[in-house]
């Protein structure tokens, strides 16, 4: 055989042995890239995204869309082609799997994960709204979820209001936490609490609660690497009851980065005239219950998703603003917002065309 062709021929198979290597050996990443955007004014699936009755609403133009970030699952593995193809992709992004999915989390783990941020978010986004418009709204601190295998599963149940720990009275989620850490691991600490069936009676006869019991939980230690912590298994949230009905109605989106824009979506269905003056205004960031607005992840892939649908201005978390100014949509303008009461004054001066007074995104924040 010429050397010419033996030289071709291993090269050849070189190759071959290199792509099935690459497309046979997983690596330990996974893929973010563009989600959908939705626009929390308009429809989904054929019906509004916001629903609200019991108070008087007003028709909105223009666009206030909330922005996702699609990921490979957690029992997704990635090959070597794969991370290659995916790193030289713009508008996409190769991160280790342990950043989307630490500690081995599930697929399952995650979903429910996502199911209860998301639930969480649009609590908090329904109340930061009315409480921006000074619409007053009644709140207690719930149990939201119980950790499996944990002291206080059987004692304590998603729903139940805690109204003291220890005799103390629980004014806001991190009580709970706060209050059960004083107790070395082994101790027992006494929840006061309105057990969920009983506060879900009250509520429906429009009353308020008054049954309590106290539960008494040993208490276990956590498993950190670092001091132990008391813990019960618990995580506190919180409830609230509403003078009218807000529906957020969209389903397949987890987690908490939407809040901003229920938010604003809500406020504007509830005030007359249009926040954006019609403009395409998309955005992201969680949002609390006092309407501050906190950081969110894959900034750089929402940036992108919404500017391919058309958006002009997009409402930024200040904590995000420089990795989102890094490689901004040619087109989009990056505004940084702190708090609910910043997108409203951002979105007043993009109505009025009054841009320069935007407070925008830098690679310095």
């Known amino acids: 055989m010429p050397r010419r062709t033996a030289t071709m021929l291993a090269s050849t198979l070189m190759l071959i042995a290199l792509l099935c290597a690459g497309v046979l050996i997983p690596v330990p990443f996974s893929e973010m890239s563009p989600g959908p955007t939705v626009n929390t ?21 223009g666009h206030l869309n909330m922005t996702t970030v699609r ?11 794969e991370a290659v193809y995916g790193w030289l992709a713009h508008d996409s992004k190769i991160v280790p799997h342990d950043t989307l999915y630490p500690d081995g989390k599930t697929e399952e783990q995650s979903s429910q994960e996502n199911a209860e941020e998301f639930s969480q978010s ?12 000074g619409v007053p709204v009644k709140s207690w601190v719930i149990v939201s979820t119980v950790v499996k295998d944990s002291p ?41 609490v309105v057990p969920a069936k009983e506060q879900a009676a009250a509520e429906k006869a429009n009353k308020a609660a008054t049954k309590t019991q106290d539960v008494a939980i040993a ?14 298994g618990i995580s506190a949230g919180t409830d609230h009851t509403f003078p009218f009905s ?9 987690g908490p980065s939407a809040g901003l824009m229920f938010a604003l979506g809500i406020y504007d269905k509830l005030t007359p005239g249009d926040l954006t003056g019609g403009k395409f205004v998309a955005g992201t960031g969680t949002i609390d219950d006092n309407g501050t607005v906190g950081p969110i992840g894959g900034i750089e892939m929402k940036t992108v998703g919404a500017r391919s649908k058309g958006a002009q201005y997009f409402l930024t978390p200040a904590e995000n603003c420089a990795a989102a100014a890094k490689d901004t949509p040619s087109g989009l303008t990056l505004v940084k917002v702190r708090t609910i009461g910043d997108a409203l004054g951002a979105l007043k001066d993009i109505r009025g065309g009054n841009t320069a007074a935007l407070p925008k995104c830098t690679t310095k924040g």
């Open 152 to 192: 206080a599963e059987g004692r304590l149940h998603a729903g139940d209001v805690i109204k003291a720990v220890d005799g103390t009275a629980v004014k806001q989620p991190s009580d709970v936490a706060k209050l059960v850490t004083r107790h070395k691991a082994g101790q027992k600490v006494v929840f006061t």
């Open 219 to 232: 208490t276990a230690p956590s498993h950190d690497t670092g001091a132990k912590r008391a813990i019960v």
């Open 246 to 254: 807000i529906d957020i109605k969209l389903a397949d989106v987890g």
């Open 71 to 81: 990921v490979t699952s957690a029992d997704f593995r990635m090959n070597l082609v």
């Open 41 to 61: 004014l308009g429809d989904h699936d054929g019906e509004p995204v916001l629903q609200i009755s019991g108070h008087r609403t007003y028709p909105a133009d």
């Open 122 to 133: 649009q609590e908090s986004a329904k109340v930061a709204a009315l409480k921006e418009l």
